[in-house]
T-cell receptor, first 112, second 116 residues
């Protein structure tokens, strides 16, 4: 059973702080890792993808991957109230577009 | 960027009837489309994978005779929920990948189905 685990939260951070979201996965053969943001009642939208160990930065977002520990994280710097949403970690076992296994998501609340 | 459109965004149907949801890739050819279902406060659960011109591959526990998937063209896949029941009420989301989308999977806006 391929699993992707996330803490459901809510994770509450003050505006301007760094939010750290974590995800672990069970399938060692996983090759592609994604973070999606989902607002209530809406479809997920892709924030970051990462395929190799290390950090990948895009604006206020940094994804971190450690395949040895089967761990992927998302850091959000200078958190804004508009970042309040559920963040879904997704994993695929190929390097090309394929079916994703999603975690249950972490709800982030950025407080004013 | 690539856009995937779903229709309808919301639908209410009576128990026992069938309802069709369309998923279209607007600016790329989607060789593969995925159908997910999401119940409130739960994650997306993959229902089936459809490849253009072939039968869909259903995930374990998903009834293929109840959830009919057709992917007749490179830009359109449809999900038909047959003989719908209240427990089928959910958020249905499609995603698409294709020859020009690379490693990226694009999601449709989702369709809320309420069966009364």
């Amino acid at each position: 059973q391929k699993e992707v685990e996330q803490n459901s939260g809510p994770l509450s951070v003050p505006e301007g702080a760094i939010a750290s979201l974590n995800c672990t996965y069970s399938d060692r053969g996983s090759q592609s890792f994604f973070w999606y943001r989902q607002y209530s009642g809406k479809s997920p939208e892709l924030i970051m993808s990462i395929y190799s160990n290390g950090d990948k930065e895009d604006g206020r977002f940094t994804a971190q991957l450690n395949k040895a520990s089967q761990y992927v994280s998302l850091l959000i710097r200078d958190s804004q109230p508009s970042d309040s949403a559920t963040y879904l970690c997704a994993v695929a076992n190929t390097g090309t577009a394929s079916k994703l296994t999603f975690g249950t998501g972490t709800r982030l609340q950025v407080m004013l | 960027g690539a856009v995937v459109s779903q229709h309808p965004s919301r639908v209410i149907c009576k128990s026992g009837t069938s309802v069709k949801i369309e998923c279209r890739s607007l600016d790329f050819q989607a060789t593969t489309m995925f159908w997910y279902r999401q119940f409130p406060k739960q994650s997306l659960m993959l229902m089936a994978t459809s490849n253009e011109g072939s039968k869909a591959t259903y995930e374990q526990g998903v009834e293929k005779d109840k959830f009919l998937i057709n992917h007749a063209s490179l830009t359109l896949s449809t999900l038909t929920v047959t003989s719908a029941h209240p427990e089928d009420s959910s958020f249905y989301i499609c995603s698409a990948a294709g020859d020009t989308s690379g490693n990226t999977i694009y999601f449709g806006e989702g369709s809320w189905l309420t069966v009364v």
